[in-house]
């Protein structure tokens, strides 16, 4: 056989995409974005005259290094479809760094309340956050890196952010601790699908389900605002937690209605 005849004989050698290369992408991201969230943690703290701003560092840095390591872990080959790491999934690394640094600030519970409270600071890097969360899903849908991944990354980033902000808001006095609930809502959901599975079934995307979590994120943000103070917070905390509390009542309704074609019950 001619070497021309060997050489078509020969099966094509395909190259599998280097899927690794977006794990060491986002380590790369993680070197920065860690230590500045760490950084970014203790001046606040330390701005608003907390008197360890040191813990509440330490504790960005906690979350960060386990946030960090379940991210590389959900991009291995085989879990995560693209080859790059992608604008959206920046995106949301960034966004989950600020949420990493207010959770940092509920150590320092005098950076909220006190004579020298972050106040408007707080408030920005808030909307700063929300703005991320917008732009994460437009990037994603612009440069097809859809994943579910991405997906599971982005619902878990909201729900951090709900439960942290529901915090600050309590520890700043502009609502009881009945308001902690409503960062509870989603955790609560997710252990009562390990006893009742037809919860974990799958949801069709509905708009006013979009709007009630847009909704639901702005207030909380406008509710951390100086000028918000009770009892005008307060209701707005009432009212806020009720319309969240029915959009998850209206869900677990729709569930259970289709449990016995999803699940067999």
């Not at 690394?93 to 509920?106: D, E, F, K, N, T």
Request: hydrophobic share 60%.
């Amino acid at each position: 056989m001619s070497q021309i005849a060997r050489a078509r004989a020969r099966p094509p050698v395909v190259l599998a995409p280097p899927r690794r290369r977006v794990q060491w992408q986002a380590a790369l991201l993680l070197t920065l974005l860690i230590p500045a969230a760490s950084l970014g943690s203790f001046a606040l703290a330390g701005t608003a005259g907390a008197r360890g701003p040191i813990v509440p560092a330490m504790i960005t840095l906690m979350i960060c290094l386990a946030g960090g390591a379940l991210v590389l872990r959900g991009l291995a080959p085989g879990r995560y479809p693209h080859a790059r790491l992608g604008l959206c999934n920046v995106i949301t690394l960034s966004r989950a760094a600020g949420i990493a640094v207010m959770a940092g600030l509920i150590a320092a519970p005098g950076a909220l309340s006190g004579p020298e409270a972050l106040g408007w600071a707080l408030v920005a890097l808030s909307a700063l956050v929300l703005t991320l969360d917008l732009a994460d899903g437009w990037a994603a849908r612009r440069s097809g890196l859809n994943s579910t991944f991405g997906a599971r990354f982005d619902v878990e980033s909201d729900v951090a952010f709900a439960v942290v902000l529901a915090v600050l808001a309590w520890q700043a006095d502009k609502a009881g601790v009945w308001f902690l609930t409503l960062g509870a809502l989603r955790p609560a959901f997710l252990m009562s699908s390990l006893i009742w599975p037809w919860l974990s079934g799958a949801l069709p995307d509905a708009m006013w389900r979009k709007t009630v979590a847009a909704v639901q994120m702005i207030a909380q943000v406008v509710l951390l605002a100086p000028v918000v103070t009770p009892p005008a917070s307060e209701v707005l905390a009432a009212l806020l937690l009720a319309g969240v509390a029915l959009s998850f009542a209206v869900d677990i309704r729709a569930l259970h209605a289709r449990r016995d074609v999803v699940h067999g019950v």
